[in-house]
């Protein structure tokens, strides 16, 4: 592995830590994503949830620690961190999962909860939602639930550009149960759904066409144009010379006979 490829693959894995470690920090604010951006002054990093005002805290004592434990921890330099509230927190995945994970932790049926929740999903607006919820549900043994409705993409691009999936844990006496969400926002738009607009192309106006000259007297005005003053122009063509009529073929002598020779 080159150099280059080895410090993307750092940079990565410090991302993704850096996001878990964010998440675990911020998660009674309700955690609604992450993004890291590298300046020529610094790092940006954004924390986006429900509640700002606790990831900030007092007089900005919360986000001041959260910064020098960033700095010390993965080794940033010039760290800037600010919180922003979430625009719509139904649909946004992170936040949803975790209010999924809550209300199983507070004693809901996982159905009731999977339920309430894609309704409240839904009503704000998306095209379609799935909610995933795994673990020991109901006895000793593992389970697998889905919640869906709507349209959902599982594979190919519109599912990579066009879904936003959050994750979130719920810790229960039986076990550790995983909540997954995946969430079609309202401004998505399928491939089938794309159509191209017919282009109207402008006739040419009415006068252009009537006063258009037939292509072979412009082409003769222009030569007449083109050609100097002074010089001859070529004569037409001689008519070819009438031919003669052939004369007609001499009758042969006729022979004398003894009567007339006497």
């Not at 805290?57 to 620690?65: A, C, L």
């Not at 009731?112 to 998306?126: D, E, K, P, Y």
């Not at 229960?172 to 089938?192: E, N, Y």
Request: proline content about 8%; glycine content about 8%.
């Amino acid at each position: 592995m080159t150099t280059i490829a080895r410090e993307m693959v750092e940079e990565r894995v410090r991302r993704m830590l850096v996001h878990d470690f964010v998440r675990k920090e911020v998660a009674r604010a309700g955690f609604g994503g992450l993004s890291i951006q590298r300046t020529p002054l610094g790092t940006h990093v954004r924390i986006q949830a429900e509640r700002p005002g606790i990831v900030i805290g007092r007089k900005g004592v919360d986000i001041n620690r959260l910064t020098e434990e960033l700095e010390r921890t993965f080794g940033y330099e010039n760290l800037q961190v600010e919180a922003a509230e979430v625009e719509t927190w139904a649909l946004n995945p992170d936040v949803m999962a975790s209010k999924v994970a809550n209300t199983l932790e507070r004693g809901w049926n996982y159905r009731r909860a999977g339920n309430s929740m894609l309704q409240r999903i839904m009503g704000a607006g998306a095209r379609g939602c799935q909610i995933t919820i795994a673990g020991k549900l109901t006895g000793l043994r593992h389970r697998t639930e889905k919640f869906i409705e709507g349209h959902i993409k599982h594979c190919g691009e519109p599912a990579l550009e066009l879904m936003k999936v959050g994750y979130a844990q719920a810790k229960l006496k039986p076990g550790t149960i995983g909540v997954k969400v995946v969430i079609m926002p309202p401004d998505a738009k399928l491939p089938a759904e794309i159509t191209v607009e017919p282009v109207a192309v402008p006739e040419p106006p009415a006068e252009a066409v009537e006063g258009e000259e037939a292509p072979e007297a412009a082409d003769s005005e222009a030569d007449a144009k083109a050609a100097p003053d002074g010089e001859a122009q070529p004569e037409a063509e001689a008519a070819p010379a009438e031919t003669a009529p052939k004369a007609a073929p001499k009758e042969p002598p006729a022979k004398e006979t003894k009567e007339d020779s006497k």
